[in-house]
C-alpha cells in the first residue's frame, strides 16, 4: 500500500439545518380563535413557500410532526450554504407563530458523500504519476477527480428531501478510545468496513432513503443520519442489522434519536387544532 493521507476524499453537498420546536399549547389556547387561524395561516404561506420554491419542484424543507417529548415539530432544510439557512432561522422567527414556539435542539451538518472506493484509486494513480501528496501536480490531480465525481454525483449531493411518511434523524460519532479509534485504523481496513457497511445498507434500498451529511466543525458529533422511510420498523430493522456490522459495533457512538410524521405545511392550521 502507497503511503497517502489517512483522510478519504469527500463530496459536500447542500448545507443543512435541522430544528426540533417545543410547541407552547396552553399559551396558544389563551388566544381566542380568530387570531388562531390568522397566525396559522401566516404560517402556512411562509412554510409552504420554505418547502419548494413552486408547485413541481423538488421539496426543500419540510415539517413532521414529532413523536415523544423531546419536540413537537421538526423542520428541515438544505440549502446552498449555511448563510441561506442562517436567513431561514431568522425569517423564521419573524412569524407571529414563532411566539409559540420554543427551539429546543438542532443540528448544523453539510451532505457528504465518503469516497472511500474512489479516494484509493485517485490516490494510487497520482503516486504512480509520481507526484508527491500535497504537491501542486498532485493537488490539481485530486481537484479534477473530485470534479469529476461532483459532477457525477450532483443528485446525491443535492438532494429532494423524500416524499416518505416518517423521518428518522440522530447525530453519530465514530467511537475512539483507548482501544478502538476510527482515526488510527489503516486506511484499506477503513475502506473494508465501509463497503461492508454500504452492503448491508444497499439491501435495504427500496424501502428507506438515506441522506448522510458530516458535521465535524459545525456542530457537537461527527455526522448527522437521515433515514426516511413509509415504514417506521424498518429503520429498527436496519439500525439494528447494522449494529452488528464492524463497523458500527466497534467504531459508533450515537446521539439522540427523533422520529416525525410528515406534516404538509397545509396541514398545519389543523394540526394546531389537535387534528393530524
Ligand atoms: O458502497 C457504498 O455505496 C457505500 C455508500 C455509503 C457510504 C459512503 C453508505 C451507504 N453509507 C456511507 C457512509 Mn451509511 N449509514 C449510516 C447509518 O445506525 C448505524 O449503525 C449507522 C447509521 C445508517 C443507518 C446508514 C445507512 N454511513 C456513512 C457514514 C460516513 C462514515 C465515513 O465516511 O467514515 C456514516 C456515519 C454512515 C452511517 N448507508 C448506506 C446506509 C444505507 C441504507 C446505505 C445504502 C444506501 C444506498 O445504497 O441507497
Redesign the pocket.
Known amino acids: 500500500m502507497p503511503d497517502f493521507p489517512p483522510v478519504?476524499l469527500?463530496l459536500e453537498g447542500s448545507s443543512v439545518l435541522h430544528q426540533f420546536f417545543r410547541f407552547d399549547w396552553k399559551s396558544w389556547r389563551s388566544r381566542v380563535q380568530g387570531e388562531r387561524n390568522e397566525i396559522a395561516a401566516d404560517a402556512m404561506a411562509v412554510l409552504k413557500k420554505l418547502e419548494r420554491a413552486e408547485a413541481n419542484a423538488p421539496f426543500h424543507s419540510a415539517i413532521y410532526s414529532q413523536l415523544g417529548h423531546k419536540g413537537d415539530l421538526m423542520l428541515i432544510h438544505f440549502r446552498d450554504s449555511l448563510e441561506t439557512l442562517n436567513r431561514i432561522e431568522l425569517l423564521l422567527a419573524q412569524t407571529r407563530l414563532y411566539d409559540f414556539l420554543e427551539l429546543r435542539h438542532s443540528y448544523v451538518s453539510v451532505v457528504?458523500?465518503?469516497?472511500?472506493?474512489s479516494t484509493r484509486k485517485t490516490y494510487e494513480a497520482a503516486v504512480a504519476k509520481g507526484f508527491e501528496p500535497h504537491s501542486p501536480q498532485w493537488s490539481a490531480e485530486i481537484e479534477s477527480s473530485l470534479a469529476r465525481a461532483t459532477d457525477a454525483m450532483a443528485s446525491r449531493l443535492f438532494p429532494a428531501i423524500p416524499d416518505a411518511k416518517y423521518l428518522c434523524f440522530?447525530p453519530?460519532d465514530?467511537m475512539r478510545g483507548e482501544e478502538a479509534n476510527?482515526y488510527t485504523v489503516p486506511f484499506a481496513e477503513?475502506q473494508r468496513m465501509?463497503?461492508e457497511?454500504?452492503?448491508?445498507?444497499?439491501r435495504?434500498?427500496d424501502q428507506?432513503?438515506?441522506i448522510?451529511t458530516?458535521s465535524i466543525g459545525m456542530d457537537d458529533w461527527?455526522?448527522g443520519?437521515d433515514?426516511f422511510a413509509d415504514d417506521p420498523v424498518v429503520?429498527k430493522k436496519?439500525?439494528y442489522e447494522?449494529?452488528f456490522?464492524e463497523?458500527?459495533a466497534v467504531y459508533?457512538l450515537?446521539g439522540q434519536f427523533f422520529i416525525g410524521l410528515r406534516l404538509q405545511p397545509e396541514k398545519l392550521p389543523d394540526w394546531l387544532e389537535g387534528k393530524l
Open positions: 478519504p469527500t457528504e458523500l465518503g469516497l472511500y472506493e440522530y453519530m465514530r476510527w477503513r465501509m463497503h457497511h454500504g452492503l448491508i445498507g444497499r435495504y434500498g428507506v432513503k438515506q448522510i458530516g461527527e455526522w443520519v433515514l429503520f436496519l439500525i447494522m449494529r456490522d463497523v458500527s459508533a450515537f
